[in-house]
């Protein structure tokens, strides 16, 4: 399916009031917008399939937008809005006990230290990051 029909679906989901099915749908939308390289507009669908899962209590349709919503933020260069998206993204995953989100967390953070010219902490994190990899003997960095 194509983002002109998604568009189209994205309407009729809003007209039969299936939130969670909308914001699934912005979801997509958002990553579609995204790989068009149109960052803006994925933003916006992002945030309100953000809003949408936040108002019908979906933690993990949340973690898996801050997931999309924060490296975005740090390509477009909005260190202020990412610091922000970063906490709700921390908060979400720490609550997951996941290898992965911890890493991704570490990762994040260091990209968001190189916005707010604090290379030592970002380094600083990455270490923490490969020593975790190391510990799990994941030499490859696979989580």
């Known amino acids: 399916m194509g983002l002109d029909e998604d568009l189209?679906?994205?309407e009729e989901l809003r007209d039969e009031g299936d939130r969670q099915a909308?914001?699934?749908l912005l979801f997509r939308i958002g990553v579609t917008y995204t790989k068009k390289g149109d960052?803006?507009?994925a933003l916006g669908a992002f945030q309100e399939a953000y809003n949408i899962c936040r108002a019908v209590g979906n933690e993990e349709g949340r973690f898996e937008v801050v997931r999309r919503v924060v490296p975005l933020l740090l390509d477009m260069n909005k260190p202020e809005e990412a610091a922000a998206g970063f906490q709700?993204?921390?908060e979400?995953?720490?609550k997951?006990?996941?290898l992965s989100a911890r890493l991704e967390i570490l990762e994040l953070e260091s990209r968001l230290f190189m916005l707010q010219d604090k290379p030592r902490q970002a380094v600083e994190n990455l270490v923490k990051a490969a020593d975790?990899?190391?510990e799990h003997e994941d030499w490859?960095?696979?989580y």
């Open 132 to 134: 975790i990899c190391a």
């Open 39 to 41: 960052k803006e507009e």
């Open 96 to 98: 997951r006990n996941d």
């Open 8 to 10: 189209v679906l994205l």
């Open 140 to 142: 490859i960095g696979r």
């Open 22 to 24: 909308e914001a699934n």
């Open 92 to 94: 979400l995953a720490e």
């Open 88 to 90: 709700a993204f921390k």
